[in-house]
């Protein structure tokens, strides 16, 4: 909105020029969405609190945990309200690209605010029966991949590239729309399975959202996807906005989110954040990308795999307890411990897959 408005103004005064540059308006966007979490983030704590809005915790996990209940939660809907808050004042609005990661960020943050409201309406830590959340998840993410697959303008938005044999580019097809719908929706629930400690997910979001954005900008400019051997894609450097976006909410939001946390994500900012990572990843072409720089979230979503696949086809758990955060709980970690290691651990991983890829 306010880009449009710059471009009018331009032709009165040249400085608004500056707004025409991504960099310019990513800063833009970071700083806006930290300073719309740190000045609703009060307001929306004691608004839950007022009104009772508050976890359930579930009686089977760590014990610890138990102290937790009733602290408010649905704080990502804080996260996700600030991030479109600042596509609207600083993206380019006519960037299909924009609209498109807006929309499955928001449809997931939907399932996730159902899933929260059933919990809190029900007094239980049962929300969405899993095959509805599954099958609301495929709904969305499988829309996106048909609209981006039909609405391709170049060859190398529906091409799959390999990390490190970068004249490796394999045509997908029809597959793609297959492949984007399970890098969306897998994201998505890495995330929220992620989301079980203060913290513990929102940093290594902003991590790899930081990393994404990135690519985004490179990816988008014709000079350094050239320099650099990527797949250069018209228009799709605008997600670095966004990703902007999500690294300014979510370093605002984590100010109260951090250890003794004072509000939760919830399922609304777990799910809707996770959706968001896909989609920018499937959109920059760097989905196989994403299982390094998650790291952390693959690890996590491993873990339930083989956790569960392990006590079907043996009847032994191979984990104290699945995700791989409560396993270290049970083994003695403090909280504190395995937030802030595990947050060194997502840092490494995205600086690592950077500099892998840019080789």
């Given amino acids: 909105m306010l880009l449009w408005l710059t471009q009018y103004l331009e032709q009165f005064w040249y400085v608004f020029h500056v707004f025409q540059y991504i960099t310019f308006r990513c800063i833009l966007a970071a700083l806006t969405a930290l300073i719309f979490s740190f000045v609703l983030g009060p307001f929306l704590i004691k608004s839950l609190n007022r009104y009772r809005v508050g976890q359930t915790i579930r009686n089977d996990g760590p014990q610890s945990h138990l102290i937790k209940t009733g602290t408010p939660t649905m704080g990502g809907a804080l996260i996700l309200l600030s991030i479109a808050c600042c596509i609207i004042l600083w993206g380019d609005l006519s960037n299909r690209f924009l609209w498109v990661t807006l929309a499955v960020t928001l449809g997931f943050g939907l399932i996730g605010w159902v899933d929260d409201y059933l919990k809190l309406t029900r007094q239980s830590v049962t929300g969405l029966r899993p095959a509805k959340k599954y099958l609301s998840q495929s709904f969305v993410g499988l829309s996106a991949a048909i609209f981006l697959y039909f609405t391709a303008q170049y060859s190398a938005e529906t091409q799959l590239t390999i990390p490190f044999f970068k004249y490796v580019i394999i045509k997908l097809g ?186």
């Fill in 174 to 359: 029809l597959f793609y729309i297959v492949f984007s719908y399970f890098v969306i929706v897998g994201a998505s629930n890495a995330v929220n399975l992620t989301d079980g400690l203060d913290g513990l997910a929102t940093l290594p979001a902003v991590m790899i959202a930081a990393a994404l954005g990135v690519f985004a900008y490179l990816t988008g400019n014709f000079v350094f996807a050239r320099y650099l051997y990527i797949p250069f894609i018209p228009g799709v450097g605008e997600i670095a906005v966004f990703c902007s976006a999500i690294v300014g909410a979510g370093l605002g939001f984590l100010w109260f989110n951090t250890y003794p946390a004072e509000i939760f994500m919830g399922d609304v900012g777990s799910i809707g954040l996770g959706g968001a990572i896909g989609t920018v990843a499937i959109l920059i072409k760097q989905e196989l990308l994403l299982f390094s720089i998650g790291g952390i979230f693959v690890l996590e979503a491993l873990s339930v795999i083989l956790q569960v696949g392990s006590f079907k086809f043996r009847g032994k758990r191979i984990l104290k307890m699945a995700p791989l955060h409560h396993h270290f709980e049970l083994l003695g970690w403090s909280e504190v411990q395995i937030v802030q290691r595990f947050w060194l651990v997502a840092i490494l991983a995205a600086m690592l897959g950077i500099a892998l890829a840019l080789l």
